[in-house]
């Protein structure tokens, strides 16, 4: 082998090792900001002409959030616009995780399609104008998980939702 060739390899190895090196210092940066525990206060508003959570147009309303090692957080979904009034309602789900793949707490139902295994049905609902209040308790270590629920169809629901710490 001449020593055009062994130097070129040499730069290459350099350069490979310099990008692992920097992925495994700077990936670690992300997975710590999405365990942060943040306030959240915002409202998203929405329409659907379908209920069905796996149709893929499906608009999804959807919030991560991550509770602290040992801290008590409190999320509430305040339903300020229904339709069907009192008699309207919408399924909450969860993953156990922090997902954040959509725009402004929007997404649609093939966006979550490679999470769709673990994401879980709840006893949960948002029903008419009422509020869905749930606090999450943190363990000894923080924990990560992520709350959708299919805008209704028939009109527009518009939704508050607060995150905080109690």
């Known amino acids: 082998m001449n020593k055009k060739m062994a130097g070129l390899i040499v730069i290459v190895a350099v350069v490979i090792v ?3 090196v920097s992925a495994l210092v700077v990936a670690p940066l ?10 959240l206060d915002f409202t998203v508003t929405g329409t659907n002409s379908c209920l069905r959570f796996l149709d893929a147009n499906v608009s999804l309303c959807y919030v991560p959030f991550t509770v602290g090692a040992n801290q008590n ?10 339709p069907g009034g009192a008699s309207g309602w919408t399924d909450l789900y969860i ?3 922090y997902w954040d793949n959509g725009t402004n707490y ?3 139902a093939e966006n979550v399609y490679p999470i769709l295994a673990n ?8 029903q008419g104008n009422t509020a869905f209040t749930e606090t999450f308790n943190g363990t000894t270590t923080s924990q990560s998980y992520t709350i959708f ?3 209704p169809n028939g009109g527009q629901g518009t939704f508050h939702v607060t995150y905080q710490q109690i």
């Open 119 to 126: 994401i879980q049905s709840t006893n949960w609902e948002i």
């Open 73 to 82: 957080w409190q999320l509430t979904i305040n339903c300020t616009q229904m």
């Open 106 to 108: 929007k997404c649609t």
């Open 18 to 20: 310099g990008v692992l």
């Open 30 to 39: 992300f997975t710590l900001a999405q365990q942060t525990p943040k306030s």
């Open 95 to 97: 993953y156990n995780g």
């Open 149 to 151: 629920f299919v805008f």
